[in-house]
């Protein structure tokens, strides 16, 4: 907190929400939890967001997710009673990483709407160049509000 971080981070979070620039994504590696909103997220209206095959788009990453709910789940199953011996709560873990795995594939969220195009790396550029020539048409006047910052 020294650095100021929190404050520099609102700030950023001030400056992406209420631009009124046209807004694109390109996801390349991972994009989760923070991260995601900071580098203009879906909760921050981009108008396209486009994802190589191997990114990965979540809330959080899967080790972090299956933990969570892995301790959700073992501490359910510990209230009913019933104690889970270490392989049964093993078996829990791999199953639920397994899953949250596939659902942070970038497949699963383009099925979703969560991603507008799949690229392959090679056509970045020229998915780039097309959508630029796209958001550079005359849109609406958005108007800009710029919330409270302080210095």
């Not at 892995?70 to 011996?85: P, V």
């Not at 497949?107 to 550079?136: C, F, K, N, S």
Request: glycine letters at 8%; proline letters at 4%.
């Amino acid at each position: 907190e020294e650095s100021g971080i929190i404050r520099s981070g609102a700030k950023l979070v001030n400056a992406v929400s209420n631009s009124i620039v046209p807004k694109i994504t390109v996801v390349v590696g991972g994009s989760f939890g923070a991260g995601n909103y900071a580098l203009c997220g879906k909760a921050y209206d981009p108008r396209f967001i486009v994802a190589w095959p191997t990114a990965r788009y979540a809330v959080m990453g899967a080790a972090q997710a299956s933990d969570t709910v892995f301790s959700i789940l073992a501490r359910a199953r510990e209230r009913g009673d019933k104690k889970a011996s270490h392989e049964e709560l093993d078996a829990l873990r791999k199953k639920v990483k397994q899953s949250y795995e596939e659902q942070t594939d970038i497949r699963y969220g383009a099925a979703r709407g969560w991603v507008d195009a799949i690229v392959q790396p090679h056509e970045t550029r020229e998915a780039l160049i097309q959508l630029l020539q796209y958001v550079a048409r005359p849109m609406p006047k958005a108007r800009f509000h710029t919330g409270v910052i302080q210095v």
